[in-house]
């Protein structure tokens, strides 16, 4: 991994917006991996050590979002996550209470459409949060 560069997961089961995701975040020098449900995000994140910055969709099948936060292992590496949703709030609010009470490194959740200038705030944001987190 290069010096700056951390992995980035972006689960979401619209194929477009998760590749518009991955895009900003490979030109703002992430590593972008993009999952369409929460069973393949997880099954991605088996054995990763490296610091990592997971956005994931609240609304997807197989595994939405909140079970999503209830299968990651509580404090392990470097991670941080981003709840996204284009629907209702309160789902975004149930799954951030689930992985604070996992001891989860959790953002603002993010609304749909989100737009180029806000991703890339929130992509800085993130990346000085998993370098403090790494240091």
């Not at 979002?65 to 990651?72: D, F, T």
């Not at 941080?80 to 209470?97: H, V, W």
Request: net charge negative.
């Amino acid at each position: 991994m290069s010096e700056g560069a951390f992995k980035i997961f972006i689960a979401d089961d619209n194929r477009e917006f998760a590749n518009f995701c991955a895009e900003v975040a490979r030109k703002e020098g992430w590593i972008p991996t993009v999952c369409c449900d929460g069973l393949e995000l997880l099954r991605s994140l088996e054995g990763e050590e490296d610091p990592v910055l997971i956005i994931c969709d609240l609304n997807m099948p197989h595994l939405d979002g909140i079970a999503v936060a209830q299968a990651l292992p509580e404090k392990t590496s470097a991670r941080r996550i981003r709840f996204i949703t284009g629907g209702a709030e309160a789902n975004a609010l149930a799954a951030r209470l689930i992985a604070d009470a996992r001891d989860l490194a959790v953002g603002r959740f993010l609304l749909k459409p989100i737009s180029v200038a806000h991703l890339r705030e929130i992509l800085e944001f993130e990346r000085a949060a998993l370098s403090k987190l790494t240091s």
